[in-house]
């Protein structure tokens, strides 16, 4: 969880953080993209100044971003004036919790969410995420009537039947 101190940082600053987190979240692995977003859900909880960049309507927005990431100093980078476009595009993301999460940023009740538990998005891997991916696959999947499909199976003597050009060849009995 965030320190009640780093509430005191200028809006300016956090959007700045924001727009370049969230911009690495767009080349990082999923656990990488998860934790950014859960990180960046927690800030906007407490920064509700920096609400703007995920609300900010259509109309306001133009073709051309005027968030300048090539700057070092977060002041002149004019985060506040642009949006977190960057949570669309990974509302679009090929792993459905990057999915969600990202639908979610910005968007939870502070006084009824509490804040995500940074630990918890610490300790994802491929694999882990992979797991839990399956597992909720499953889960559906047992839900589910499952239709009987009938098998036949005749186990075979050999590899290459006779009249196959391979028989006398590789005459491999199984």
Not at 79 to 84: G, K
Not at 88 to 109: F, T
Request: include cysteine; charge should be negative.
């Amino acid at each position: 969880s965030l320190s009640p101190q780093q509430q005191k940082l200028p809006a300016y600053l956090v959007a700045a953080f924001l727009k370049k987190m969230c911009r690495c979240a767009l080349t990082c692995p999923p656990s990488g993209a998860l934790f950014v977003l859960a990180f960046s859900s927690n800030l906007l909880r407490q920064h509700k100044s920096c609400a703007c960049l995920v609300h900010r309507g259509k109309e306001e927005l133009t073709m051309e971003d005027p968030y300048n990431a090539n700057t070092s100093d977060p002041m002149e980078a004019r985060a506040l004036e642009s949006s977190l476009w960057e949570l669309s595009a990974l509302e679009k993301h090929y792993h459905p919790a990057v999915s969600a999460l990202a639908k979610a940023c910005g968007k939870e009740d502070s006084m009824t969410t509490l804040p995500y538990d940074m630990e918890d998005f610490l300790l994802h891997t491929y694999k882990s995420l992979f797991e839990e991916e399956l597992s909720q696959q499953l889960k559906k999947q047992q839900g589910k009537k499952r239709k009987a499909v009938s098998l036949t199976f005749v186990e075979p003597d050999t590899l290459f039947p006779e009249g196959d050009a391979l028989h006398d060849i590789l005459n491999v009995h199984v």
